[in-house]
C-alpha cells in the first residue's frame, strides 16, 4: 500500500550522518537498496544520490513499522523517521561514510513500490550495454553513474568560471541552419513552409562564432550540442557536447595560454591535478616520427627510434631497398616483453599488415644474442641496434620498414597497445600537450585533389602563403590540437579573415566561386566588412568528462546517450512516422534499393 508524503519533510540526505549526529532525530527518503532480515531486526540500506544510510527496524520497539519493513523490496520508495545513533561496536563499516552511525526507525511510509528490476543496482555487476540503455533511468541510479555526472557538472561550472572571468560572454547560435561541407554527413531536417528544402542540424557553431567576431564580440563560448552523422564507435556520438570558443585580435601564441589556463582550471577543480605551465609542444611532424600518432600519449615512454641509416645498404635486403627508396625503418623497445611466445609474435606481424604495413620484424633480446627470423640479418648490426635502442635481455623490439608514415603510424598502434598489455600506463595520471603546425591540406588519392586537413576556414602560416598555388603539400597551417592521456580533446585554430586568402584556399580545394558563393556567400561578404584577425579552439566536453571520469566510453558520461548503430533502445528512436505527417513535407520514403 502506497502512501503520499502526508506532510513529511525530508531532514538530510541519506548520504550526510556523522558520528556527531547521534541522538537527532531525522527524516530520511530514498530507494531501498538492500534488505537484509535478520529475524526481529531488520536492516535496509536506504539510498538517494548523496550516498547510503543503514536503518533498523526493531520488532520489539517499533512494530509497526517492523511490520510495513517486512513487505519492502529492492528499489522501493520510501521514507522513515527516527533517530540517530552510533553502530554497536565492531559493527562499524569502514567503507561508507555513514558507516559510524546508523538509524533505529520508528515510523516509514511506502512512496511507491518497484516490480522486480531487470538489473541490480550495483556498481560490481556487468550488465549487457543494450539492457542497460533499455532501461537508463535504471542505469543512472547506481552510484558510479551518478558520480560522472558530478563530475560533469562541475566541468561545466569551471569552464564557465573561468571564461566568464576572462571576458567572455556565451552566446547561443541557431540548431536549424543550413548544409555546408564540414566533413560528415548532415542530419537534415524537413522544412513544412518550404517544401523541398531542409534544415541541417549544426556539426559546430563554426560560422556562426566566426561571424560574431565579425560583429565585434570579440570574445565568444558555448557550450553547444553538436550533430554529425558519421560511422560510430565508443568516442562519438551522433550528438555530442562541445566547449566552444572564439577571439578576436589573438594570434597562436596569445591564445593557446589562455585555452591553458582554462584546461588547468577544469583539471584541478575536478580532480585536484596540476597540469604543466606552460603546455608542452609538437609539431605534427615531430609527433609522428616519435610516436607514431598525432595525439601521442606521453604518459608513458617509448619513444619510436629511427634506424634507416643502420639498415642503409645492409645485409637484410627488405629494409635496405626501403631506405634505399626514401622510406624508412623504425623500431620500438618494449621492456619486459621478450618473453611472449612465437604464436604472440607472428599475431604481431599479421597486425601491423592488418594496419596497412607491409610487415613486421620481431626480435627477442635474449642473454646469449637476438632471437628472431632474421637474427642472422642482424648480427654485424647487434651492438648499434642494442645501443641506440637501449635494450637489455628481455626486452622485445618491433622493427617495420615501410614508407613514412606508415612505418611510424603501425608502430605508434603498437606502443599503445603493448604499453596497456604490459601494464607500462601509469594509473591515475594525466599528461597534456598541444600538436601544432599541422599540413594545411593533404592529397586524396581517391579524389585527385586537395583537402583540409581541419576546414577550410584554417589560415596557412603567413610565410607559407606563397606556397599555395605552387606546393601546396608543404604548406603548414596554423593550427593545434589538444591531446590529453593519448586523446585529442580539442582542436582549433587561426582563421582566415581576409577574403583574398579565403579565396585562394577555396581555390586549392576545388571550391568554385559559384559553389563558394552558394554555399558561404554570408561569410565571404562579412570578410569584406572589416572582418578582424580571430581564432577559436572547440573541446569535445564527453571525452574531456570521460577521461577525467576514468570512462573509456564517453556513453558513459552521457545521459541517454545513441548505441554505435545510432539507435536510442529506450526511446525506440529513430522510429517511423504517419504518412500524415510525410505528406505535409512532401515527403516520400523509398524502403529499398530496388525501390530506387
Known sequence: MTEGLGGWQRSHPCGALRAGDAGAPVTLMGWVHRRRDHGGLIFVDLRDRSGLAQCV?????????????????????????????????????????????EVHVRAMKVLNESRPLPFPIEDTVDVDELTRLQHRYLDLRRPSMYRNFAIRDAVYQAVRDYLHGHGFLEVETPFLTRSTPEGARDFLVPSRLSRGSFYALPQSPQLFKQLLMVAGFERYFQIVRCFR????RKDRQPEFT?????????????????????????????????????????????????????????RFGLPLIDLTDLFRGGEFQAFAQVAATGGAVKALRVPGA????????DDLVATAKALGGRGLVWVKVAGEGLQSPVARFLESIRPALLDRLGAVAGDLLLLVGDAMPTAATVLGRFRVDLAQRHGLIPADQHAVLWVV??????????????????????APRDEDVALLETDPGAVKAKAYDLVL????????????????????????????????????????????????????VAFGLDRLVAILAGEES???????????????????????????QLRELGIVVIDSEKDS
Not at 552523422?229 to 560510430?232: K, P
Not at 564517453?554 to 545521459?559: D, G, L, Q, T
Not at 548505441?563 to 504518412?579: H, I, L
Request: aromatic share 8%; charged share 30%; with cysteine.
Open 338 to 345: 621478450g618473453g611472449i611466445s612465437r604464436k604472440e609474435a
Open 437 to 458: 603546425d599541422f599540413p594545411l591540406v593533404e592529397w586524396s588519392p581517391e579524389e585527385r585533389r586537395w583537402q583540409a586537413m581541419h576546414h577550410p576556414f584554417t
Open 57 to 101: 527496524f526493531d520488532e520489539a520497539t517499533g512494530r509497526s513499522a517492523y511490520e510495513r519493513a517486512q513487505a519492502v523490496r529492492g528499489e522501493f520508495v520510501v521514507a522513515v523517521r527516527g533517530v540517530v545513533a552510533r553502530r554497536p561496536a565492531g559493527t562499524e563499516n569502514a567503507k561508507l561514510p555513514t558507516g559510524e552511525v
Open 242 to 298: 562541445q566547449i566552444d570558443v572564439e577571439t578576436s585580435f589573438l594570434d597562436r601564441d596569445d591564445f593557446l595560454p589562455l585555452m591553458e589556463g582554462m584546461v588547468r582550471e577544469v583539471v584541478g577543480r575536478v580532480r585536484g591535478i596540476e597540469l604543466p605551465q606552460p603546455f608542452p609542444r609538437l609539431t605534427y611532424a615531430e609527433a609522428l616520427d616519435r610516436y607514431g600518432s598525432d595525439k601521442p600519449d606521453l
Open 554 to 580: 564517453i556513453r558513459e558520461v552521457i545521459a541517454f546517450p545513441k548505441t554505435q548503430k545510432g539507435t536510442d533502445p529506450m526511446m525506440e528512436a529513430p522510429a517511423p512516422v504517419s504518412a500524415a
Open 485 to 536: 592521456s593519448g586523446q585529442e580533446v580539442g582542436g582549433g585554430s587561426v582563421r582566415i579573415h581576409q577574403q583574398s586568402i579565403q579565396q585562394k584556399v577555396f581555390d586549392l580545394l576545388g571550391i568554385t566561386k559559384d559553389e563558394a558563393r552558394a554555399k558561404f556567400g554570408f561569410l565571404l561578404d562579412a570578410l569584406e566588412f572589416g572582418a578582424p584577425p580571430m581564432c577559436g
Open 229 to 232: 552523422d558519421e560511422d560510430l
